[in-house]
């Protein structure tokens, strides 16, 4: 039985990182017969859910300015000394202690997941968290691979230093956009096998969900959907209610001259900054036709959202995995983008004429894209069903690789 730790967030209320850990699950299952997978968590309410064999570990390894990183110095300590001592005598006790370093011990391979926390997209302290638990895995002698992530881009030399130092030790990158695998060669990633194939969400299945109010609303003409994200204009550097408003004029506009019904989905309901419900509920409140609005606000997964979102006739995303559940559903999607991930899709997929930098996001700008695509949503539609079985292929070689490279290492 292969035994695979994932490290990086996977949290189930952020349905884009719940996407990314069950389709990872998937597809390696598609190619391992029997495996286990060690899931990290910070809180066990937020595991997601599964048919496979999971089993939660406290995730471990945080750098945070807060008291869950108190005990990452001594982890790091412990890890340390098993590296250099454990060839010469039994040291098992220097582990036992912590439960997150004892199962990455017992672990046969280490896989990232998180999407695009290798980066400093989030801020200095994620992008040191996630390249800890690298770090551990190097330490321990466990092969780690970087699986359909985004990486980069880094702010300084010393966190693209660190990042070349770390990732060139990894047995396989896979990334799941062009930008991030020509960055990977400008910083001197060159040690691994580097590959571009596609995010794993796209072989994400779909969950049917049981809300006659929902289903009857989805039973209308033009339904629009909407991931608003309460979060971007923080990592997107914007005014909050400006853009509300803006979504708010959106959507009026959108009712009035195309008789559209709008459908409001939170794919991120973390309490806080990130939580969609909030920002949902406020453009909810401002929209002059109600009755034209669904606010979907129930606590589906990412397989039932998936489902929801494929029900569509075009959709308009600030979430990642939002836009990757309309377009491998072949929904014609509209993406607003505030980092690298967005425009990679978006060419992935050929519809790059179809995102908008959050920077350059005006009313105007915005209209005319959904304007376009909603003209020529049918061509849009036609062209996903050619490409998007090509896109989920790519998602499947993710597994292949890591199968081809475990088979060399004498890892089954």
Do not use: Q
């Not at 997150?100 to 280490?110: C, E, M, R």
């Not at 400008?186 to 691994?192: L, M």
């Not at 506009?253 to 008789?259: P, S, T």
Request: hydrophobic content about 45%.
């Amino acid at each position: 039985m292969l035994k695979i730790l994932l490290t990086g967030p996977t949290d189930r209320l952020n349905r884009g990182t719940e996407a990314l850990v069950l389709s990872r699950i998937t597809i390696l299952n598609s190619f391992f017969e029997s495996s286990v997978f060690f899931i990290p968590y910070l809180n066990l309410y937020s595991i997601p859910d599964s048919d496979h064999e999971i089993v939660p570990y406290k995730r471990i390894g945080l750098i945070f300015p807060t008291f869950l990183s108190l005990k990452t110095p001594f982890i790091i300590l412990s890890a340390i000394i098993w590296s250099f001592l454990s060839h010469i005598k039994d040291l098992k006790f220097i582990l036992d202690w912590n439960e997150g370093l004892n199962i990455l011990k017992n672990s046969d391979i280490v896989l990232t997941t998180g999407g695009d926390v290798l980066s400093e997209d989030y801020g200095i302290f994620s992008f040191l968290t996630e390249l800890c638990g690298l770090c551990l895995a190097i330490l321990l002698g466990k092969p780690f691979f970087v699986f359909a992530e985004s990486v980069g881009p880094f702010k300084t030399r010393l966190t693209s230093l660190m990042a070349r130092t770390i990732l060139n030790k990894a047995s396989l990158i896979t990334t799941r956009d062009e930008i991030s695998f020509n960055y990977l060669k400008e910083i001197g990633v060159n040690r691994p096998p580097v590959y571009f194939t596609a995010d794993s969400a796209f072989v994400l299945d779909r969950r049917r969900v049981n809300n006659p109010s929902l289903e009857e609303f989805l039973k209308r003409d033009n339904i629009i959907g909407f991931s608003i994200s309460n979060a971007i204009s923080e990592f997107g550097g914007g005014d909050y209610d400006d853009y509300a408003k803006l979504m708010v004029n959106i959507i009026d506009k959108l009712i009035e001259d195309y008789d559209a019904n709008v459908l409001l989905v939170a794919h991120v309901t973390v309490e806080g900054l990130n939580d969609d419900r909030i920002i949902n509920e406020k453009v909810f409140e401002m929209v002059k036709n109600r009755d034209h609005v669904f606010n979907l606000k129930e606590d589906y997964n990412a397989e039932e959202l998936k489902y929801v979102i494929s029900k569509c006739d075009l959709f308009v995303g600030a979430r990642m995995h939002a836009n990757i559940a309309a377009l491998s559903s072949c929904v014609p999607a509209v993406a607003i983008s505030y980092s690298i991930k967005t425009p990679g899709l978006m060419k992935l997929c050929g519809v790059e004429d179809y995102y908008i930098e959050f920077e350059d996001l005006s009313e105007e700008l915005l209209m005319c894209k959904i304007a376009d695509a909603w003209e020529n949503r049918e061509k849009i539609r036609g062209h996903l069903k050619e490409t998007i079985p090509l896109i989920k292929d790519r998602a499947m070689r993710n597994g292949e690789l890591v199968k081809r490279i475990c088979d060399s290492m004498g890892i089954s």
